[in-house]
């Protein structure tokens, strides 16, 4: 469950486009809600107030976004969160030489600390309710597209005036309620992140892809991070005049730890749900998109390592990406296990069956969501008719490097030329930077070899698309030719004449007007601009039909809250959510109980001296040595490594700190449970769990292992 | 932990021949040591005398051996044992057309019951100590190779006269403790046994090599057989007038089963312990044999699976000997396995270094036992130099059928020369036809290709053995010619011309004189008489180091109680004993904790729809209408399909009854868990667990799914 820092980009160009979400039966919470939930009858210790106070400062005031969740575990702005969310910085800062991905990477005071570059950390100012203001340009009638079209003006105006407002903030408008209700927050980037202490990968990604996903689990993803501002405490740029940032609020540590069956609270920004999406949704995933994405990411990640094998310096560039695509190709792959194990499809048309009865039974119901169901069946309909040529494109730019940059640069060109608001999000002002750091990261870890065996492949399934559903550009280049000769020949010429594998070249591309493009005569320039009216063309489909789904979407929560008689809250959708559980374990399989907390007696028995599964000696040391300090726990006899808990968590949940009674630091969230992978579509009280590593294992690696007394020291579990 | 057909004859051509026993500190209780035990304070609601009675009736006259363990469950000769015991035969009984192993076997009555091809059924009629009659030939100060054929010898004449004197039964010496203790046994062999109901393999042998040695179980590896005898009632072979056998004692079968914690004890014939040999005698299994042996293994079965590609005829010939050849090769990666994770060499050799300590401080101990440990390790040492020699002169007859054929017909005529009693065992009068039914049982699988590839290896093997163990025959073969070349020819031109692949000629050459065979002029037999002097030379070799290693661990056992203070039980030796323990989980690994009742849920969940998790649609249906009759375990709500123990088992438990308090039956044994594979080195509290089939499955499959009412009639379980 890693999740990387494109997602953080990812999330912030696609905010205004969320697709609808809809609403969840089930724990991850709207922080304003959870007055509602008397947690203190279920465990806690503290007030409620403690973890959210709209008038004061609270706990959720230590909580960060830095691509994925962190928190601030001391005054001076140190960062914990997981291995893998510093993973991308870490291996930008790697070279052949000097390897902190292998070796890990120890500042042994404040000055050795080294930029972590392409983090920030966001930090929540404000929030208000905007709904009023984001309806009321809809209008009754509206055709589909339009309407998608004028709620993303209207919050891109509320987001530009707020940002005008509040000069060196920035605004977002976050959907709770598809088509309901928005939420605008205020939030201040903080620019220069540092890396402090990551552990080397045999400790922060032991297990690597053979645990990912995995329970029971002995990874040590954890890794520290510091936050700095300018001298006058406003957000900068690196600088080494810089100080340490002081939160508002810090992270008590809690390095007892917990125990089976403790209370526990997680605070996070998960990503997405699609809890009360209909079955026509599930069965679409379930049956055309996640295996064919699935086996997709598969293919990819055969050709990257076969191109790594041999050559360290190749296999760098390659880490970070067959990591993100193996991530997310096994979590399919549990998804759709689930899917089947848990007979989703079958449930849901049950449970769709007994509404339609519902609303059947009265005329008035049936005039007004009579078709809702129907309706939503016939765009998953359509959509699966020309599923492939949908998916192609989409994997086209971002399966293709060259494709990516060629058609960012014309699209850059094209949408300049309007007004900023006008745009979409990736070319306004506020966010082109971002794009064009995502480029140069892209670019960093580009491999010509890698690109053309994915392009050739793209490019053959695109040459096998029905007549109805041609690429012109690609039939072009194809025309009369044998595809496959034609295809050779065009990647032969492209990717020789092309520039756009130089960063200056690259940059200079994405200021120019489409008339200068056009004179810089690059081949995937030029092919972009073949591909254009196409992706122009998708795009307006797409449109459409979210205008489509987002009414009737909105209009079956109206009639599911009739059936049912019960509220909802609304599905996962990147703001700050509180789930609460407890430490528990649970029956993976037949006679199979897996308990909650593992300890390093678990990494001894799976060390094989191999990766992923090769322990550094000193760790092996430690343990034979029985050197635990006091972070051995009574009851196991040996330092606990990861625990597990049925709290309600999903991607984007990774680095959420896992709270105890008393609302103090106990473990890093960081995967989920292989049967939990079905998270996002339902959650289940016999297997939706999740990991964290477990503070005594960070804190036992930390000291014993890494040596860095000063942080314990930070952090208030050593004398200082 | 299959055990196969061969390995009873293995047994009986072996017996003489026992290597070193040595004693065991775990629970394989020698049947009449059982008094001993205060088994009515563990658990035992019965009499012990009830299970054994040497005066009288007892449980264990209901006990049986049939290639593996056995039990008699109704009076009229019907025997339970598991799927894979009968497997042989089951497979000896199919055609392309008829194929039981895929669909079962079913007989609606007793007239459909067909012959189990190869099987007989023993039945202990006494048994009395002869240690005293068996020793009187060992002379102090006889050479090591001369004192084990003089205890050989006399071995052969106890038989000899106790069958001359008993006619109709078979008498057996098995050597309980090395050089000390040797015991008569009279049995009776019924040899017209008879296929009853064996389940389809989707059933017997679900899961196949992936779980095979595994838990969680859900293999229902079961089947039942019945035993005949002449109208006379006295053992015959078979005929269509033959009647039902009516057993002393039969099983009572317990319908209800067992709950976790519950006290269970077996009755079986477990094969051969190695406990107390010493740290080079493990030390020698872990770093050569073993692995050697694992690894030609699974490089013939690649060569099986690669030859059966296609064509299901081939692949039934190839079926059983995978089996088997996997069975062990998985047993022995989990004993390397093992023996790494306990540490077990280095255990052993703590202990040594204790006894030697202790050996030294008292001068006659010293005197007597000072260099004992210093001897064994120089005996292994030797072995090790010779090693690779001899397993490859071992598996060139065993791996290679035409060698086999070859080398039997060879070694017949020798010794068919002598007479009776100074003959190897193998070809005695009274064990002669078991030899030539076991080769014509090879023969009937015999596949040329296959046995040429594997020839071809062997003889490759041979050619780079070092200079000082070379193998004269296969030296003479090669000459001066490329090895590579010379082999291709050899093989070329020996299976074009050999006739040894029809059994009527091969069968002629078991009745041939040295002389009569030479002029049968088949180039196999000629190359075994080639390679006759070398076998002839490492049999002495052998024969040598047995005597040698007996004496000394002989010795070794005086000395270590007087060290230790304790008494021993000696190792198994495929003797009747009992063991006992309760129905109990375990934790495999760290965090894991495994139950221990499976049940009908855990095969739907395994249930893939590819072999071997294809189980019958019929059995789906069954589980989805909740059709569990009286067999559904009332806190399991639903039907138990294996249970685990923590008893003292090994190979050749298979079948066994695994018995309740009251002495009834609750399961079938027919495996150990994949750490319990070092049961043979050493028994382990944590990880010691065995397999049953739970009686509920063997009911409910036989009777809902088989629909075979009339054998829970027969057992009692359905009122007639």
Redesign the interface.
């Known amino acids: 469950m890693k999740k990387r820092f494109f997602t953080l980009i990812v999330f912030i160009f696609s905010i205004a486009l969320l697709i609808a979400t809809v609403v969840a039966d089930e724990g991850m919470w709207p922080i304003s809600e959870i007055h509602k939930l008397a947690l203190r009858s279920k465990g806690l210790e503290i007030s409620p107030e403690k973890i959210f106070n709209p008038k004061g400062l609270s706990l959720i005031d230590a909580v960060v976004q830095v691509g994925a969740t962190g928190s601030f575990v001391s005054q001076n702005g140190l960062i914990i969160t997981n291995h893998h969310v510093a993973y991308g910085a870490v291996q930008a800062a790697s070279t052949k030489e000097k390897d902190y991905i292998k070796h890990g990477f120890l500042a042994r005071n404040r000055f050795e600390e080294i930029p972590a570059k392409g983090r920030t950390a966001r930090i929540t100012e404000s929030y208000r309710d905007v709904s009023d203001a984001v309806l009321s340009v809809v209008k009754e009638g509206m055709d589909f597209a339009k309407r998608t079209k004028a709620l993303e003006k209207k919050i891109k105006e509320i987001v530009a005036e707020t940002e005008r407002k509040n000069p060196g903030k920035r605004a977002e408008v976050a959907e709770m309620f598809s088509g309901k209700t928005y939420v605008l927050f205020i939030y201040t980037y903080l620019k220069d992140i540092r890396l402090v202490y990551v552990p080397p990968r045999s400790i922060g990604e032991f297990g690597g892809e053979v645990d990912n996903w995995m ?2 689990r ?1 990874t040590g993803d954890f890794s520290f991070m510091r936050a700095y501002v300018g001298p006058d405490g406003s957000s900068a740029e690196y600088s080494p005049e810089n100080v340490p940032f002081h939160p508002k609020k810090f992270l008590k540590v809690a390095p007892e730890g917990v125990d089976e069956g403790d209370f526990v609270f997680l605070l996070g920004y998960p990503g997405r749900t699609y809890r009360h999406r209909t079955s026509h949704f599930l069965a679409f995933e379930e049956e055309v998109r996640m295996p064919y994405v699935a086996d997709w990411y598969a293919w990819q990640i055969s050709v990257m390592e076969k191109m790594s094998e041999g050559d360290r310096a190749v296999a760098i560039k390659h880490l970070s990406r067959i990591k993100g695509l193996s991530n997310t190709m096994k979590n399919y792959r549990g998804k759709l296990k689930g899917l089947k ?1 848990v007979r989703l499809v079958e449930r849901k048309r049950k449970e769709e069956k007994a509404l339609q009865n519902f609303i059947e039974t009265d005329e008035n119901l049936k005039a007004e969501y009579g078709n809702i169901l129907e309706e939503i069946d016939k765009i998953y309909t359509q959509r699966r008719e020309q599923a492939e040529y949908e998916l192609i494109l989409d994997y086209l730019r971002r399966s293709v490097n060259m494709i990516y940059f060629g058609y960012t640069a014309y699209e850059a060109a094209v949408e300049l030329q309007k007004k900023d608001l006008e745009r979409e999000s990736a070319y306004m002002d506020r966010n082109f930077h971002l794009t064009k750091e995502r480029l140069q990261l892209t670019l960093r870890n580009y491999y010509e070899p890698t690109d053309k065996v994915i392009l050739k492949e793209m490019l053959k399934r695109a040459a096998h698309l029905p007549k109805n559903q041609r690429i012109s550009a690609i039939d072009n280049l194809i025309q009369d030719a044998n595809p496959e000769n034609a295809i050779d020949d065009f990647i032969k010429k492209t990717y020789s004449e092309t520039r756009l594998n130089e960063t200056q070249f690259l940059m200079e591309a994405l200021a120019k007007s489409p008339q200068e493009l056009k004179k810089m005569k690059d081949p995937f320039i030029d092919f972009a601009e073949g591909l254009y009216p196409t992706y122009q063309k998708l795009k307006e489909v797409q449109k459409a039909r979210k205008g489509a789904l987002d009414k009737l979407y909105s209009k079956l929560i109206d009639v599911k809250k009739k059936f049912l008689k019960k509220d909802f809250i609304p599905d996962a959708n990147k703001t700050l959510r509180l789930t609460f559980g407890r430490i528990r ?1 649970y029956q993976p ?11 390093v ?2 990494i001894i ?1 799976k060390t094989t001296g191999e990766e992923p599964f090769d322990t550094p000696p000193k760790l092996m040391d430690l343990f034979r040595a029985k050197d635990f300090g006091r972070f051995e726990s009574p009851t196991l006899k040996s330092v606990p490594v990861c625990i597990l808990y049925d709290t309600d968590t999903t991607g984007g949940n990774s680095g959420s700190p896992v709270l105890n009674a008393r609302g103090e630091l106990v473990g890093i969230n960081f995967d989920r449970t292989y049967e939990a992978t079905i998270n996002d579509f339902a959650w289940s009280e016999d297997y939706s769990r999740s990991i964290a590593v477990d503070i005594r294992y960070v804190l036992w690696v930390t000291q014993k292992f890494g040596g860095v007394d000063y942080l314990l020291k930070e952090m208030n579990v050593l004398n200082k």
């Open positions: 329970w029971p002995h194990r374990g399989a037949d006679a199979v109980y897996y308990k909650p907390i593992t300890t007696n678990g028995e």
